[in-house]
């Protein structure tokens, strides 16, 4: 590499990897030879992709106890087959039983969602952000400060993609096939570290209304 700036960055890596070997190599607890042969999470994490927000520290677990999906603002979208797919194998492979949908206050990607800005072909995702707002948009709009308009939205947005969550088959199958399966809406407060239940768990699709409750 010719930039210095990107080679001290690459060894920086390289060395924080040395470091982390050295922890395996002397942990005595034997969890890591046992997560060599496979893992058992009982936790999805879906989250922001956002560098400030990452699940393990944030739910005070180990390596091999959240299995997680990342993208920009949380978001659960119906035909995000990378999504989906995490989906599928984490409830019908790993049989986890905690899915979190994790959302964070002072989420860009929601700040961005509230703007008439034009920022490339990530516009294409902020408009199922745009459509949360649709829905919520007299109480968004009557909140006066900027940040906590985009604190409010994160919070609505957490909740309707838990719905949106809880509304695919892969949920619904669970729990109709006896699947001891809990889908919990949570937001991150960065500053504190701490996790904000918001209240939208669901154990069953009893309350998704019967347009979206399967047979």
């Not at 942990?27 to 997560?35: S, V």
């Not at 949570?186 to 239940?197: F, S």
């Amino acid at each position: 590499m010719e930039n210095k700036d990107l080679k001290i960055g690459f060894d920086n890596i390289i060395k924080g990897n040395k470091e982390w070997m050295d922890f395996v190599k002397n942990d005595t607890t034997g969890r890591f030879q046992q997560l060599a042969k496979g893992q058992n999470p009982e936790i999805l994490w879906i989250g922001c992709a956002d560098s400030r927000v990452p699940a393990n520290e944030l739910t005070g677990t180990k390596p091999g106890e959240v299995f997680v999906h990342r993208n920009i603002a949380n978001m659960v979208i119906h035909s995000d087959m990378s999504l989906l797919s995490v989906l599928d194998y984490a409830v019908n492979v790993l049989k986890v039983k905690q899915v979190i949908v994790a959302g964070h206050y002072g989420c860009g990607g929601v700040a961005a969602s509230l703007s008439r800005n034009q920022y490339g072909i990530i516009d294409n995702w902020l408009g199922h952000i745009k459509d949360v707002y649709r829905l919520h948009s007299e109480e968004i709009d009557g909140i006066e400060e900027n940040e906590k308009k985009i604190d409010r939205l994160v919070e609505l947005n957490v909740k309707e993609q838990v719905f949106n969550l809880c509304s695919t088959s892969i949920i619904q199958n669970a729990w109709k096939n006896g699947q001891a399966l809990a889908v919990h809406g949570m937001v991150i407060n960065i500053g504190t570290g701490q996790l904000i239940d918001q209240s939208c768990t669901f154990t069953s699709n009893e309350s998704l209304g019967k347009v979206f409750a399967f047979k």
